[in-house]
C-alpha cells in the first residue's frame, strides 16, 4: 500500500514535503485510466479526471487537497486557480523503486500549449501562463516532480505560472521539477510574480532553454521574476539554471534590428528587494 500524505493547512514551506513514495507504481493514480490524474482530500475516496484543471477546479477551498499526476499530459488552456493553497505531485507509475532520499525516477511531463495574444507588431496584448493564480489576496502553489515543457512554435509564448497583477502575493514551494522551452513577451519567462512572498526551490529543480524574446520597451528579464520582494519575505532559491536568456528587439534608427535595450537578468529578477533572498545554485 503506497504511502500517502496530503499537505495541510499551515505546513511551513521550509519544511520537507513527507509525500515519498516506497513503490510509485502501487499509488492510487496508477489505477486511473490514461491520462492518470488523480485528487484526493484527507479522508475522502479519490477521483480520477480527464484533466488537471478539472482536478484543481475539484478541489473547492480544501487546503489539505492533493492532485497527483501519473503520466504526461498536453494543456491548450491555462488553468487558473483561485484556491488559497494547490499542491501537485507527479508519480512514475512505472517505477516501483522508492523515490525517497532524494532518488529521482522518471517524472510525467505537462506539454503547454497556453499561449497569449500580440498584435501585428508582436507587442502583447494578452498575457497567459499555464497555471495562473489569479485568486484575491495571497496564494501558495507547491510542485513536486513534475517535468514541465512548452510546446515548440513561434507562435506560442507563455508563462508557466503567472500570478495576478497589482497587490497580488504569491508563495511557490517546487522540489524535483524541469521547466524547459518556454518563451515569454516580458519579465519571467518561467515564473512572472507580482509580491513574492516565501519562495523554496530545492536543488533538485532546473530551469533549461527559456527564453524572452518579443517587442517591448521594458527593463525586464529573467526566468523567474517578481516585481516586489517583501520585508517579510523569504526567498530561498538553490535550484540549477542554463542557458536561460532574455533579448527585447529593438529598431536602431538606421533600420537594424540587433541588441537588446533593457533586458535585465536571463536567470532571476527582482525589481524591488526589502527582503532576504539566498540565491545558491548553477548558472550557465
Request: glycine content about 10%; some cysteine.
Amino acid at each position: 500500500m503506497a504511502n500517502f500524505m496530503a499537505l495541510t493547512l499551515g505546513v511551513s514551506l521550509s519544511n520537507e514535503f513527507n509525500s515519498d513514495l516506497s513503490d510509485p507504481s502501487s499509488h492510487p493514480v496508477c489505477d486511473c485510466p490514461t491520462p492518470k490524474i488523480y485528487f484526493k482530500v484527507s479522508g475522502s475516496t479519490h477521483t480520477c479526471f480527464n484533466t488537471i484543471d478539472e482536478a484543481i477546479q475539484s478541489m473547492g477551498g480544501s487546503s489539505d487537497a492533493v492532485v497527483f499526476l501519473g503520466s504526461n499530459v498536453e494543456v491548450k488552456e491555462g488553468i487558473t486557480i483561485k484556491q488559497k493553497e494547490v499542491n501537485l505531485y507527479g508519480v512514475d507509475c512505472s517505477s516501483t523503486s522508492s523515490n525517497a532520499k532524494g532518488k529521482i525516477n522518471k517524472k510525467p511531463k505537462v506539454t503547454s500549449f497556453v499561449t497569449g495574444i500580440e498584435n501585428s507588431k508582436g507587442i502583447v496584448k494578452k498575457d497567459n501562463g499555464l497555471l495562473k493564480l489569479f485568486g484575491s489576496g495571497s496564494q501558495t502553489l507547491r510542485l513536486r516532480d513534475i517535468d514541465f515543457t512548452s510546446a515548440q512554435g513561434k507562435e506560442i509564448f507563455g508563462h508557466a505560472i503567472l500570478a495576478k497583477e497589482g497587490e497580488h502575493i504569491t508563495s511557490l514551494d517546487i522540489r524535483n521539477c524541469r521547466f524547459t522551452k518556454f518563451v515569454s513577451r516580458n519579465h519571467g519567462s518561467v515564473i512572472s510574480l507580482q509580491t513574492a512572498y516565501k519562495i523554496f526551490m530545492d536543488e533538485k529543480t532546473m530551469f533549461k532553454d527559456n527564453k524572452i524574446e518579443g517587442y517591448c520597451d521594458c527593463y525586464y528579464g529573467g526566468t523567474v521574476s517578481a516585481m516586489y520582494v517583501g520585508e517579510d519575505s523569504t526567498l530561498e532559491i538553490y535550484a540549477n539554471f542554463y542557458n536561460n536568456h532574455v533579448r527585447y528587439h529593438y529598431d536602431w534608427a538606421n533600420g537594424r534590428e540587433e541588441g537588446s535595450e533593457h533586458a535585465e537578468g536571463g536567470a532571476l529578477y527582482f525589481a524591488y528587494v526589502d527582503g532576504f533572498i539566498k540565491i545558491n545554485g548553477n548558472y550557465h
